[in-house]
């Protein structure tokens, strides 16, 4: 049995190493989506990584806290903006009931001045006559 090579057998650890390129996907993901429709700066944010546990959520532990100081600004006009909206109507309705006064004010007054003018007609012209041009036939 010449030419085979041949080799002792001894018990221990065999280490064996492969390497091996690839990506890695998890089982389970959740995608986080912020529902604020504008873009916002973040204030603070959790470190890259932490793992966030069932307690974490019941506690409701904030993940990313944003800067508020531009919807702060923007909600400060818009009530600005509305209070004078509203002043603006509440005017534009007293000035609806001020026209709606003078316009009852002058119908009475030219019904007024209608009724002066027919009965001065009918003591100028007779009733009868008045009458007939007024379009009041007896």
Same mark, same amino acid.
């Given at each position: 049995? +010449?030419?085979?090579? %041949? ?9 064996? %190493? ?7 996907? @998890? ?6 989506? +912020?529902? /604020? ?12 990584? =932490? ?5 974490? /959520?019941?506690?409701?532990? /904030?993940?990313?806290?944003?800067? @508020? ?10 009530? +600005? ?24 004010? +002058?119908?009475?007054? @030219?019904?007024?001045?209608? =009724?002066?003018? =027919? ?5 100028? @012209? ?13």
């Amino acid at each position: 049995m +010449s030419g085979i090579e %041949t080799f002792t057998v001894r018990s221990g650890p065999l280490d064996v %190493t492969v390497v091996e390129s690839g990506n890695l996907e @998890a089982i389970e993901s959740q995608i986080i989506v +912020s529902e /604020v429709s504008r873009n916002m700066k973040i204030a603070e944010i959790i470190e890259e990584g =932490t793992n966030i546990s069932e307690e974490d /959520v019941k506690a409701k532990k /904030v993940l990313v806290k944003f800067d @508020a100081k531009q919807l702060d600004e923007d909600k400060y006009s818009r009530e +600005s903006d509305l209070e004078g909206n509203r002043s603006m109507l509440t005017e534009a309705k007293e000035a609806l009931l001020i026209q709606k006064s003078d316009n009852e004010s +002058s119908i009475r007054a @030219a019904e007024l001045a209608v =009724t002066y003018a =027919t009965n001065d007609l009918r003591k100028l @012209a007779g009733r009868k006559l008045a009458d007939r041009v007024i379009g009041k036939e007896p």
